[in-house]
């Protein structure tokens, strides 16, 4: 396996065996996670995808 290199996205599982993702800042710092975890690792890559894709988005102050 060749080493990881940092900002990253890990796919993990829990203590229950469902997938989650942890993004992993450039200090290899955890800096954001799924907000739910998923039985199949599928649905979780899906959820990592979409907010790597919501990079463009509007940020709005409230």
């Not at 060749?2 to 829990?14: G, I, L, N």
């Not at 200090?27 to 894709?53: P, Q, T």
């Given at each position: ?8 996205y ?12 942890v993004?992993y800042?450039k200090n290899?710092?955890?800096i954001?996670?799924?907000?739910e975890?998923?039985?199949?690792k599928?649905d ?8 790597k894709?919501?990079g ?7």
């Amino acid at each position: 396996m060749s080493a990881m290199s940092y900002p990253c996205y890990k796919m993990k599982k829990d203590a229950k065996g469902q997938w989650y993702w942890v993004y992993y800042a450039k200090n290899g710092e955890e800096i954001s996670r799924s907000s739910e975890s998923y039985a199949a690792k599928a649905d979780s890559l899906h959820g990592l995808k979409l907010n790597k894709a919501s990079g463009n988005d509007p940020i709005y102050e409230v």
